[in-house]
């Protein structure tokens, strides 16, 4: 079995565990729980709130408006959802899609960690304030959307949720221009992993 094999049958299983998962009591309420989507080897991750109705319905990560705009910035960049991995702080929806709650989030974090670790994306998008927490604990989203960070060998960019552009169309414009710096990032993280030096990092135009 090939490496990446290995990697989507430990992804999968992560899955079922997700499924199968009482650790919070959003366990109680969900129809289906939301494990993510996409391939082992995405060099893209995008990281959400948590499930909305529709996702709670049919299982799968952002299907319903949110989802379809975010379908759009992708194909805007020439990227489609089967080329990206697309997940959440937390896996079950919570009632009425009040807030996950710090200790739902703390509950859940394992699942994402493992996923992080697995697919070991080149970048993490986050969407929302609940993910950018996790990387930006004093971030303000209107000053720090769009500006990706280097830590540890991987880009973490702060965007604003999909929702928020949805409601507030003043956005949208700013949501698209930070997904179009999305390409050419992702073609100096490739270089700087595939082969430049460690102290060619600091030449890097964009960081
Ligand atoms: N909003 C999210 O944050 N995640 C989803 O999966 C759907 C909507
Ligand atoms: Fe388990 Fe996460 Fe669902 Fe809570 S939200 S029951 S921790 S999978």
Request: net charge negative; with cysteine; aromatic share 6%.
């Amino acid at each position: 079995m090939s490496n990446t094999d290995e990697r989507r049958a430990e992804l999968e299983a992560i899955a079922q565990e997700v499924h199968a998962c009482t650790r919070c009591p959003l366990h109680q309420s969900r129809t289906n729980a939301v494990p993510g989507s996409g391939p082992v080897t995405a060099e893209i991750m995008f990281i959400g709130e948590g499930p909305g109705f529709y996702e709670d319905q049919q299982g799968l990560p952002f299907v319903g408006a949110s989802g379809k705009f975010l379908d759009e910035l992708l194909q805007g960049v020439g990227l489609e959802r089967r080329d990206v991995y697309i997940t959440n702080v937390v896996k079950c929806r919570p009632p009425g899609n009040r807030d996950p709650r710090p200790d739902e989030i703390e509950a859940c974090a394992g699942y994402l960690d493992r996923q992080i670790e697995l697919i070991d994306p080149k970048m993490i998008i986050t969407l929302g304030r609940f993910s950018m927490a996790k990387w930006f604990p004093n971030g303000r989203i209107t000053q720090i959307h769009g500006q990706a960070r280097k830590i540890g060998g991987r880009l973490y960019m702060p965007m604003f949720h999909p929702a928020a552009a949805l409601r507030n169309p003043k956005l949208r414009p700013e949501v698209e221009a930070d997904f179009s710096k999305i390409p050419e990032l992702l073609k100096e993280m490739a270089n700087l992993r595939d082969d430049a030096p460690p102290d060619q990092a600091q030449q890097l135009s964009l960081f």
